[in-house]
């Protein structure tokens, strides 16, 4: 077997002389091998990456033993650190639109990583160096990526060119920190298989850190558990998927969402939750006591549930002359049913989403919420339908006010339609408790949450007016697997409290499967298939539903193999 060219041992870090959030870590990074770090927010998965290369703030204090090739890196010089950023080591970070400067095209910052290795190349030679690196990272117009600036890409094209930068020092080794967080499965899918490619391609070391267990599955060779800043679990990946040895992986891995049926169809599972036979106690712990989707919500209570949203033949057109966004999109949302919107980035899930909660305008169809038309609603009206949707963002930390207390973030929407102060101070009481929060954390800001604590926040705002139609734009695509599965078990049993219809707009498979009664797939503004749930997903009518199904990373590595080369065939015939 080949030798580590990165050995990392009885690894500590602390800032500022608090208690280290990192304690006695060590790993190894072998060439052509991906060694995965998983755990939670605040593991210390990053932390213990970024200290190899001295790119934690002065404060942190760094003991133990980091070789590279041999070369000590704890205690070593600025001028020793930099000859290994980028030559030896590559970092790909998680978000490639914070990590490119706006301002500058994409060539011109990949210019400055080429220049930073010097190979004696002029202009010319450092754009073909440039293009080169573009190839290398699976964007096929170099010449047109080279020239955009960072808002002109795409989420999956932003990211490969954060790879082609990772590259421009010929590195033997590369950080890829969360870098598939928030992005479609299809173009997760492409940016995996980019990874894997290249660590076999070039024999790199692979040090990935994720929250997403299927993502490991994928691609992983090796993975070190870690909780609270000490390793947990470290072992072969498909040892460690077989038999978890640790009770934390055991949960990490039971909190994954469930994409694919087990072996009994979804209506039985239904029957048997609701009957309490046999088999229900082999049901999915995924769905977290919710029958399955396979049973709509009209299926289990009697009579049938008003809609509380409908949308006829409806088109949205965000340039005046330009073709329609989304175009002939039909459905109905009745109350206490879930419709899933599952779809690549521009697809029109989220503009259709915008179009319900009248935020965007349509040129044609109609938009009914609660009965009312917003194609034709005016002023008092308009402000009276609006206030009968809620809508939970996809980043809390952006929608909520830094400056203003979680308290006030709830109140506001009650503040705009008329309420005095003791009415907004129980019904923020009441709302904090009904999402699992403590009444008196009113008083607190949004910094001081975590995640899932801020998406709680988000919800209850959200919740405020008691609102027939809640919109949720990926509520939880950014969130650790834990916090995911407490989030979604929430918006589940307040739907079942409060009984409003949701729209969950989601790139999550899993997540569709858990919470949708019935899902629409999107392509290109165009609805391509559409029905209950579990019929979609067990069994897909349409060539890009089992693309987007093949593409979904499950927590598995024994099925990921053949499910990859699936996705393959697929993305050729649905092209």
Same mark, same amino acid.
């Given at each position: 077997?080949?030798?580590?060219?990165?050995?990392?041992e009885?690894l500590?870090?602390?800032?500022?002389?608090?208690?280290?959030?990192?304690?006695?870590?060590?790993?190894?990074?072998?060439?052509?091998?991906v060694?995965?770090?998983?755990?939670?927010?605040?593991?210390?998965k990053?932390?213990?990456?970024?200290s190899?290369?001295?790119?934690?703030?002065?404060?942190?204090?760094?003991?133990?033993?980091?070789?590279?090739?041999?070369?000590?890196?704890?205690?070593?010089?600025?001028?020793?650190?930099?000859?290994?950023?980028?030559?030896?080591?590559?970092?790909? #970070?998680?978000? $490639?639109?914070?990590?490119? &400067?706006?301002? @500058?095209?994409?060539?011109?910052?990949?210019? !400055? =990583?080429?220049? *930073?290795?010097?190979?004696?190349?002029?202009r010319?030679?450092?754009?073909?160096?440039?293009?080169?690196?573009l190839?290398?990272?699976?964007?096929?117009?170099?010449?047109?990526?080279?020239?955009?600036?960072?808002?002109?890409?795409?989420?999956?094209?932003?990211?490969?060119?954060?790879?082609?930068?990772?590259?421009?020092g010929?590195?033997?080794?590369?950080?890829?920190?969360?870098?598939?967080?928030?992005?479609?499965?299809?173009?997760?899918?492409?940016?995996?298989?980019?990874?894997?490619?290249?660590?076999?391609?070039?024999?790199?070391?692979?040090?990935?850190?994720?929250?997403?267990?299927?993502?490991?599955?994928?691609?992983?060779?090796?993975?070190?558990?870690?909780?609270?800043?000490?390793?947990?679990?470290?072992?072969?990946?498909?040892?460690? #998927?077989r038999? $978890?040895?640790?009770?934390? &992986?055991r949960? @990490?891995?039971?909190?994954?969402?469930?994409? !694919? =049926?087990?072996? *009994?169809s979804?209506?039985?599972?239904?029957?048997?939750?609701?009957?309490?036979?046999?088999?229900?106690?082999r049901a999915?712990?995924?769905?977290?006591?919710?029958?399955?989707?396979?049973?709509?919500?009209?299926?289990?209570?009697?009579?049938?549930s008003?809609?509380?949203?409908?949308?006829?033949?409806?088109?949205?057109?965000?340039?005046?002359?330009?073709?329609?966004?989304?175009?002939?999109?039909?459905?109905?949302?009745?109350?206490?049913?879930?419709?899933?919107?599952?779809?690549?980035?521009?697809?029109?899930?989220?503009?259709?989403?915008?179009?319900?909660?009248?935020?965007?305008?349509?040129?044609?169809?109609?938009?009914?919420?609660?009965?009312?038309?917003?194609?034709?609603?005016?002023?008092?009206?308009?402000?009276?339908?609006?206030?009968?949707?809620?809508?939970?963002?996809?980043?809390?930390a952006?929608? @909520?006010?830094?400056?203003?207390?979680?308290?006030?973030?709830?109140?506001?929407?009650?503040?705009?339609?008329?309420?005095?102060?003791?009415?907004?101070?129980?019904?923020?009481?009441?709302?904090?408790?009904?999402?699992?929060?403590?009444p008196?954390?009113a008083?607190?800001?949004?910094?001081?949450?975590s995640?899932?604590?801020?998406?709680?926040?988000?919800?209850?705002?959200?919740l405020?007016?008691?609102?027939?139609l809640?919109?949720a734009?990926?509520?939880?695509?950014?969130?650790?697997?834990?916090?995911?599965?407490?989030?979604?078990?929430?918006?589940?049993?307040?739907?079942?409290?409060?009984?409003?219809?949701?729209?969950?707009?989601?790139?999550?498979?899993?997540?569709?499967?858990?919470l949708a009664?019935?899902?629409?797939?999107?392509?290109?503004?165009?609805?391509?298939?559409?029905?209950?749930?579990?019929?979609?997903?067990?069994?897909?009518?349409?060539?890009?539903?089992?693309? @987007?199904?093949?593409?979904?990373?499950?927590?598995?590595?024994?099925?990921?193999?053949?499910?990859r080369?699936?996705?393959?065939?697929?993305?050729?015939?649905a092209?």
């Amino acid at each position: 077997m080949t030798d580590p060219i990165l050995q990392v041992e009885g690894l500590r870090v602390a800032f500022s002389g608090a208690e280290p959030v990192v304690r006695d870590v060590s790993f190894a990074l072998t060439p052509g091998r991906v060694l995965a770090l998983v755990g939670e927010s605040g593991s210390g998965k990053s932390v213990s990456a970024m200290s190899v290369l001295g790119l934690l703030p002065p404060q942190a204090r760094v003991s133990g033993s980091i070789r590279f090739r041999g070369q000590e890196l704890v205690g070593a010089t600025t001028e020793q650190l930099r000859a290994v950023r980028g030559a030896g080591i590559g970092v790909v #970070f998680q978000e $490639p639109m914070n990590s490119f &400067t706006p301002v @500058l095209s994409i060539g011109t910052q990949i210019a !400055e =990583a080429v220049r *930073a290795h010097p190979r004696g190349l002029d202009r010319a030679g450092v754009s073909a160096r440039i293009d080169e690196l573009l190839r290398a990272a699976g964007l096929s117009d170099p010449a047109r990526i080279r020239r955009a600036y960072p808002h002109e890409l795409s989420g999956g094209q932003l990211q490969r060119a954060m790879i082609a930068m990772a590259l421009a020092g010929d590195p033997v080794a590369l950080i890829a920190d969360e870098p598939t967080t928030a992005l479609d499965v299809t173009v997760q899918a492409g940016t995996l298989d980019l990874l894997r490619g290249l660590c076999r391609e070039r024999d790199l070391a692979v040090l990935l850190i994720t929250h997403d267990m299927g993502v490991v599955a994928d691609v992983a060779d090796e993975v070190l558990v870690m909780r609270r800043g000490e390793p947990v679990e470290h072992g072969a990946v498909d040892a460690l #998927f077989r038999a $978890p040895r640790a009770d934390y &992986t055991r949960a @990490l891995l039971a909190a994954v969402p469930v994409l !694919e =049926a087990g072996p *009994a169809s979804a209506t039985q599972l239904a029957s048997d939750d609701a009957t309490g036979g046999a088999d229900a106690s082999r049901a999915s712990p995924h769905r977290h006591g919710r029958p399955a989707a396979g049973a709509s919500v009209r299926d289990r209570r009697r009579g049938p549930s008003p809609v509380v949203a409908r949308v006829r033949d409806v088109s949205v057109r965000y340039e005046r002359r330009g073709a329609p966004t989304v175009s002939g999109i039909d459905f109905e949302l009745r109350a206490g049913e879930t419709l899933g919107l599952v779809g690549e980035s521009g697809s029109g899930k989220s503009t259709i989403g915008r179009a319900l909660a009248g935020l965007v305008p349509v040129v044609a169809g109609s938009v009914e919420v609660d009965g009312s038309d917003l194609r034709t609603a005016r002023g008092r009206r308009l402000r009276q339908v609006r206030s009968r949707v809620g809508i939970v963002f996809q980043d809390p930390a952006s929608s @909520l006010n830094p400056r203003q207390t979680i308290g006030w973030s709830i109140a506001e929407p009650l503040l705009v339609h008329g309420s005095d102060a003791a009415e907004r101070a129980r019904r923020v009481r009441d709302l904090l408790e009904a999402v699992q929060l403590d009444p008196t954390w009113a008083e607190r800001f949004p910094h001081e949450l975590s995640g899932g604590q801020r998406q709680r926040v988000a919800v209850a705002r959200a919740l405020a007016l008691r609102p027939a139609l809640v919109i949720a734009d990926e509520p939880t695509s950014a969130l650790d697997v834990t916090v995911q599965a407490a989030v979604l078990e929430l918006l589940s049993a307040l739907q079942d409290e409060f009984g409003f219809g949701m729209l969950l707009i989601s790139h999550d498979l899993a997540v569709v499967r858990q919470l949708a009664d019935e899902v629409v797939v999107l392509r290109d503004g165009r609805v391509v298939e559409r029905g209950a749930t579990a019929v979609v997903l067990d069994d897909p009518q349409e060539d890009y539903t089992r693309m @987007l199904l093949a593409a979904a990373p499950v927590a598995d590595p024994a099925r990921q193999t053949a499910r990859r080369e699936a996705w393959r065939r697929l993305t050729e015939v649905a092209s």
